[in-house]
């Protein structure tokens, strides 16, 4: 089942001390998950399991769900970069080298193989081509060199809040004096949440049916306005 993105803007009646909650949130978020980035990059790291993540990682004054979520975050931005490198950097790199004679035809084509697939082990393909040890250690050697690979990963400050069922939920208000839609997002407040009020939205209906905006919510500023 595909679902829909939508874009719905905070009412901008909220009280200030709801927006001062986000934006707090947010800065703590953002640190946590360069925090994490860093990590793994200095780990030379492109992902760690799930059974692996509540030890390996920093601890953090984010609820254990939000470190969670901020965890993903992190291995998505630096699993996203890894792969990257190839394209960005290093198919380049080993075409000079190659042009260069520094390196074989043989190895270029195990090196394109390794950037192009994300190898990490030696492997051989159905149709008999073979990439050596040799040939995924160098090349994961210049993914995480600098000079070559490039500067590791920054976390942009309007990184948005990644909420899920644990850390977000939604309904419509049930009395007239605070009428429309409402978020309910865990801050920084141990063991509460707060509620925000919503933008009118013409599929706000819509969007209210099932499940479906729990399961990935997005919470960012655009052009200044949550």
């Known amino acids: 089942m595909a679902f829909k993105s939508r874009i719905v803007y905070l009412s901008q009646d909220m009280n200030p001390g709801k927006l001062k909650k986000l934006e707090d949130l947010q800065v703590v978020c953002r640190d ?10 200095s780990d030379k790291r492109m992902n760690v399991l799930p059974s692996e993540r509540r030890l390996y990682f920093p ?6 769900h939000q470190a969670k979520t901020a965890q993903w975050q992190a291995i998505s931005i630096v699993y996203a970069w890894v792969q990257g490198r190839y394209f960005q950097k290093l198919r380049k790199y080993i075409i000079d080298l190659k042009e260069d004679e520094r390196i074989s035809d043989e190895t270029s ?9 994300t190898l990490t082990k030696e492997t051989t393909f159905k149709n008999g081509h073979r990439i050596s040890p040799e040939a995924v250690s160098l090349y994961w050697s210049w993914v995480w060199d600098p000079e070559i690979g490039g500067k590791p990963p920054h976390v942009g400050m309007n ?25 309910r997002v865990s801050t920084l407040e141990s063991g509460r949440r707060t509620w925000f009020p919503l933008a009118p939205h013409p599929k706000m209906k819509e969007m209210g049916r099932g499940s479906g905006f729990n399961r990935g919510v997005h919470i960012r500023k655009i052009n200044g306005r949550w």
């Open 109 to 117: 084509v195990q090196l394109y193989s390794v950037g192009k697939y």
């Open 59 to 64: 601890k953090s004054s984010l609820s254990s």
């Open 159 to 183: 990184l948005p809040i990644w909420c899920e069922q644990d850390t977000c939920n939604w309904s419509q208000a049930k009395t007239a004096k605070s009428p429309g839609w409402w978020i």
């Open 32 to 41: 946590y998950v360069q925090l994490c980035v860093d990590k793994m990059v």
